[in-house]
């Protein structure tokens, strides 16, 4: 889906485009950031 958002707003320049690129990109790092906070908790128990 990122990919195609890309794709799309580097086609076209529609500006929803890349706020739904720019999200996924948000959504993505906060999921990473999530996981890797996790693992540290577990590794201190």
Known sequence: MRDFSWK????T?????YLLYRE??????????EGESDE?????D
């Open 40 to 44: 540290h908790e577990e590794a201190r």
């Open 24 to 33: 996924s990109a948000v959504t993505r790092e906060q999921d990473t950031d």
């Open 13 to 17: 320049g529609d500006v929803g485009a």
């Open 8 to 11: 799309y707003f580097a086609m």
